[in-house]
């Protein structure tokens, strides 16, 4: 009989972890894998991104569980930690270094062969390649942000975890930089990246880790996820001149099913999104009344949550 | 990628946290402060019937127990210590170098800013004692064996503690002062203790001291005390929670 084959290794592999802070429970019983490509870790502030994350990099020690990164334990095994690239939340750097200079520490610390291409190429990745010699103090937020990232790159590694990295960014960059974060998951890395906007999300990842209070509330595909966020109905606040009438034009049409009246402010429920959206305008055009504000008040992360972990 | 020597590791970590630890302000406040000794050293001097004596004491009170210990305690104790608070030990700590490295690196680094803003000052104003050129020598020698051994103890201490500076200066003033004055065994963990006697045998200078190990005695328990500070440090750093 042939050997039983050795199982996987996954780039990523967390299995029930668990960290607790004297009474408080960051991370509980949380099991995933992970490999090549872009996965978000969505969750609110608060939710214990940070604490996996430090834990995956072998910054703390899971309390029960186990946390590998190719099937290595990141705290004791050095060589593992030179292939990750992380880019923390905190917003500290050694201020006192220029945008190069710290690059360049990272680099040469990983042992890059050739450290000084590996920067310049890293921080023009970054679209900082224009001040190279400024003090990274002097930075803008978004600017902090992105030599991070330039740190985080440039040893070239098979994992980067990187915690709200598109926090501080302006419009722009952040498109630029999820479409690094895509050119990094097709060359074959392991990118896994934390938010806590829904939208930003959509953008980020098809595969999505979706945590709050510190346990994983599901996985899978972001699609998946919102169709099944989408089968909920919608709760929308509109601002109009007339909330009777346009209230009554809706339900009429059966775009909506629950409609409460404030003032001008007209609450609606419906789960027919997609009508609700293509027919709201012309339906106010018709009846000539003015739409000021249309909010959806339900498209919040807690209310994804809400609905992942309490199904309402 | 191939990982790099210990000894390119320590550089790196040096050449970082040198340039984290200089300040305007720590430069400016310290190179102040410097300039007490060298004026004390000079009336001293000018009005001394017992150059040698007083020289030696002046030396070994004003600058082994106060200047040399605050001066390596304000940035061996920030080398690290003020990395893990700010949160960019993550930087260093993640790099696949040994912790070892780290703290040594960090050590360098506090010895590198501490020893001319303590010798330099020390040594003029053994010059200006004009107590002969012993003393000079000897005050050079046991300022940078104390320096060095200050900053191994108070690299870990950064490690270890909140306030560290607080906690130094507590170290300093009321255990090296108070207790070792009058405890033997508290004496011989107290730093100062070792270097007085290195500077008092070198000259040939006796005080009263209740502890009072020989200059091979105290030379080799100033190293010992910089070895076991790199190494706790380091061991330190591999326990830690990394912010």
Known sequence: MAPKPPPPVHMIDVSGASKTFGNV??????????????????????????????????????????????????????????????????????????????????????????????????????????????????????????????????????????????SGLDPVQRNRMIQLFHDLGSQGKCVLISSHILDEVARIGSQVLVIAQGRLAASGDYRDLRTLMEDQPHVIQITTNQPRKLGAALLEQEIIEGVTIEQEKLNITTSRIDSFERSIAPIAKSLNVSLNEVIPLDDDLESVFRYLIEGK | MSTITPLQAIRLTHSVLLKQLITKGRLIGIAIVGVLPILLGWVIGAQSNDPLEAGVGFVSYMGLSILVPIVALIFASASLGDTREDGTLVYLWLRPISRLSVSTGAWAASVTIALPLTVIPMTVSALLLDAGNSVVTATMITSILAVVAY??????????????????????????????????????????????????????????????????????????????????SSARLNRLEVP
């Open chain 1, 25 to 166: 429970v960051a991370v509980s019983d949380v099991s995933f894998t992970l490999d090549a490509g872009v996965t978000a870790l969505l969750g609110p502030n608060g939710a214990g991104k940070s604490t996996l994350f430090r834990m995956l990099c072998g910054l703390t020690t899971p309390s029960v569980g186990t946390v590998k990164v190719l099937g290595r334990d990141a705290r004791n095994d050095t060589p593992v930690r030179g292939k990750i690239g992380l880019s923390p939340q905190q917003d500290a750097l050694f201020d006192r270094l220029t945008a190069y200079e710290f690059v360049e520490i990272a680099a040469r610390t990983h042992g890059v062969a050739n450290p000084d291409s590996a920067t310049t190429h890293a921080l023009s990745l970054v679209d900082l390649d224009s001040v190279t010699d400024k003090a990274v103090g002097s930075f803008s937020k978004g600017m902090r942000q992105r030599v991070k990232l330039a740190a985080a790159l440039v040893n070239d590694p098979q994992i980067l975890i990187l915690d709200e990295p598109l």
């Open chain 2, 151 to 232: 900053s191994g103890l108070f690299v870990t201490l950064g490690l270890i503690v909140k306030n560290p500076v607080l906690w130094g200066l507590a170290y300093i003033f009321i255990w090296e002062a108070i207790v070792a004055s009058f405890a033997k065994p508290a004496a011989a963990l107290a730093v100062s203790g070792y270097s007085r006697a290195i500077i008092t045998g070198r000259t040939n200078v006796e005080f009263d001291y209740l502890f009072d190990p020989s200059q091979s005695v105290s030379v080799l328990m100033l190293i010992i005390i910089t070895i076991a500070g790199i190494a706790f």
